[in-house]
């Protein structure tokens, strides 16, 4: 079983909708948990960053995290054609171990 | 503010050949620096990481190998490519444990 189970898509949705990308974990050692976007061809860089359960919101963007079911979202209201790009979820357990999804694309069409 | 910069961005080499990846990290004292191989469909693979000078841990067995000559830059090197080495290179730096930060990337085709 691999530590970080993510939907691998493609999804894709118009511009406006509600974007829901998600991960399931293994570890209930995991206490960091990220979102990473990631253009074509880039780096990934981060998105979003929460170490406790609930919900974390940034702009457009929630983060939520359930550890009793070992759940982890990415919510993106209102999504833009520039929110196109490979969503990775990432989870860490605070020892230099960090963990990736295999990443969720996504497609916003306009 | 850090940045993170890793050359070359594109790499075409013949199998056999060396290979030589260089990540320099500004803006900050003693990172953690990391290499990571990203392959379609596979995620990311972490393949070394340091946390300080001739420090270095190698996560997966294979031909590639790492060093720390500087504090800030993590050469990633190779004495004969194979076609699996493949990939999209990723260098990250973090300073706590947890949050890393990527460069750019270097995505090396063998041929």
């Known amino acids: 079983q691999k530590e970080v189970e993510q939907d691998p898509g493609p999804l894709s949705v118009p511009e406006g909708a509600i974007v829901s990308l998600n991960c399931t974990y293994s570890n209930s050692a995991f206490q960091y948990f990220m979102w990473y976007r990631q253009y074509s061809r880039k780096g990934p860089e981060l998105l979003m960053y929460t170490y406790s359960s609930g919900n974390k919101e940034d702009g457009r963007f929630t983060a939520q995290v359930d550890k009793s079911s070992k759940y982890i979202s990415l919510f993106i209201r209102d999504s833009q054609p520039s929110d196109s790009a490979t969503y990775l979820c990432a989870i860490e357990t605070g020892a230099n171990n960090l963990f990736f999804g295999t990443g969720t694309r996504l497609t916003v069409i306009p | 503010s850090q940045t993170i910069h890793q050359w070359p961005a594109t790499l075409v080499q013949p199998v056999g050949s060396p290979l030589s990846l260089e990540c320099t990290v500004e803006?900050?004292?003693?990172?953690?620096l990391y290499w990571y191989r990203q392959a379609a469909g596979r995620g990311l693979q972490l393949l070394f990481y340091s946390i300080g000078i001739d420090q270095i841990s190698s996560e997966v067995p294979q031909n590639l190998s790492a060093s720390r000559p500087q504090d800030r830059q993590f050469i990633l090197s190779s004495k004969k490519l194979l076609l699996s080495d493949s990939g999209f290179y990723l260098c990250?730096?973090?300073?706590?444990?947890?949050?890393?930060?990527f460069g750019p990337g270097t995505r090396l085709t063998v041929l």
């Open positions: 990250a730096w973090s300073v706590t444990t947890d949050t890393q930060y």
């Open positions: 803006g900050t004292s003693n990172p953690n």
